[in-house]
């Protein structure tokens, strides 16, 4: 993977995101010299979803609604039904996705959390993926889906947990650029 020290990446979350992917991508962030910043709507700790069940409890660094998009270089998102649906109704994690895709920082987003560029409205005319379930979610946005890890416009989106390792180096290689 790509060297990443120095960077600041937040990583959205909330409350039933998927753990193993979330685990994933803050370990990979840190082995690659970034800094993980948490940023979720809950203030204090979001409770993470693992397999079926309610997973183990994680800190967060930052609430939604104090996060900077110029505060960081990057923006990954793990997938998790609950979680990326709580996400997209929230008007302030989609008001952060939108800048920092407008600062033209590299935004990440596996599985569900792909809703986000749909609510986000930046899925139009880019290949994008996900997981199956929101393929038409996707394409009734805009987007074309790809079944592949797909990287287009500094968007890098995964289809599942079994992407998590090709869309980081994807997401690392846009946020060395």
Same mark, same amino acid.
């Given at each position: 993977?790509?060297?990443? %020290?120095? !960077?600041?990446?937040?990583? =959205?979350?909330?409350?039933? %995101?998927?753990? $193993?992917?979330?685990?994933?991508? &803050?370990?990979? +962030?840190?082995d690659?010299g970034?800094?993980?910043?948490? *940023? %979720?709507?809950?203030?204090?700790?979001? #409770?993470a979803? #693992?397999?079926?069940?309610?997973?183990?409890?994680?800190?967060?660094?930052?609430?939604?609604?104090?996060? &900077? /998009?110029?505060?960081?270089?990057? =923006?990954?998102?793990?997938?998790? +039904?609950?979680?990326?649906?709580? +996400?997209?109704s929230?008007?302030?994690?989609?008001?952060? *996705? #939108?800048?920092?895709? !407008?600062?033209?920082?590299? +935004?990440g987003?596996?599985?569900?959390a /792909?809703?986000? =560029?749909?609510? /986000?409205? =930046?899925?139009?005319? !880019?290949?994008?993926t996900g997981?199956?379930?929101?393929?038409?979610?996707?394409?009734?946005?805009?987007?074309?889906?790809?079944?592949?890890? %797909?990287?287009?416009?500094?968007?890098?989106? $995964?289809?599942h947990?079994?992407? *998590?390792?090709?869309?980081?180096?994807r997401?690392?290689?846009?946020?060395?650029?």
């Amino acid at each position: 993977m790509n060297d990443l %020290s120095g !960077r600041t990446i937040a990583v =959205l979350v909330a409350s039933g %995101s998927d753990q $193993g992917e979330f685990v994933t991508i &803050r370990d990979v +962030l840190a082995d690659a010299g970034a800094e993980a910043v948490v *940023v %979720s709507p809950k203030k204090q700790s979001f #409770r993470a979803w #693992r397999n079926t069940g309610w997973g183990d409890d994680f800190p967060v660094d930052v609430p939604v609604m104090a996060a &900077r /998009a110029e505060s960081f270089d990057g =923006l990954m998102i793990p997938g998790g +039904l609950i979680g990326a649906d709580t +996400l997209r109704s929230d008007g302030q994690a989609v008001d952060l *996705v #939108r800048a920092v895709h !407008r600062r033209r920082r590299p +935004l990440g987003a596996i599985g569900h959390a /792909a809703w986000l =560029l749909v609510e /986000a409205d =930046l899925a139009r005319g !880019r290949a994008v993926t996900g997981i199956e379930a929101v393929r038409t979610d996707l394409a009734n946005a805009g987007g074309r889906w790809v079944d592949a890890v %797909s990287e287009d416009g500094g968007l890098v989106t $995964g289809r599942h947990r079994d992407d *998590v390792a090709a869309v980081m180096a994807r997401f690392a290689a846009a946020a060395r650029a």
